[in-house]
């Protein structure tokens, strides 16, 4: 998706969120602040696809019955990648989720704003 093609959601979240749900009562309210959550996760989700699909191919060689079994509990570049795929998932999902030094240590930076 183009840079303008997120843009365009994140407007539209914000004009459902802040523009027709305060408008708006009971169930219509409760519809219009989740469709503004989906236009803004999907938002964060293009935005995050460059970073996500490299964290993912930096994990795509794992042995998962070696990680099940404890053949890499002290292997810190592994959990150092797993912590950055985990990070940019979270940061989809509900950017608040993580805090300040998560973001610091485990986002790209263009990630942190949001």
């Known amino acids: 998706m183009t840079p303008r093609g997120i ?32 236009v803004a996760t999907a938002a964060r989700e293009a935005r995050a696809a460059p970073h996500l699909a490299r964290a993912e191919e930096a994990l795509a060689d794992l042995d998962l019955a ?25 940061w989809i999902a509900d950017p608040r989720s993580l805090s300040a030094q998560d973001r610091a240590e485990h986002l790209p930076e263009d990630l942190h704003d949001t």
């Open 7 to 38: 843009d365009l959601l994140v407007q539209a979240a914000t004009e459902l969120r802040e523009g027709l749900a305060p408008r708006l009562s009971g169930a219509a309210r409760y519809q219009a602040l989740l469709a503004a959550n989906a």
């Open 66 to 90: 070696a990680i099940r079994a404890g053949a890499h509990d002290s292997d810190s570049a592994l959990h150092a990648r797993l912590r950055a795929c985990a990070a940019i998932r979270a």
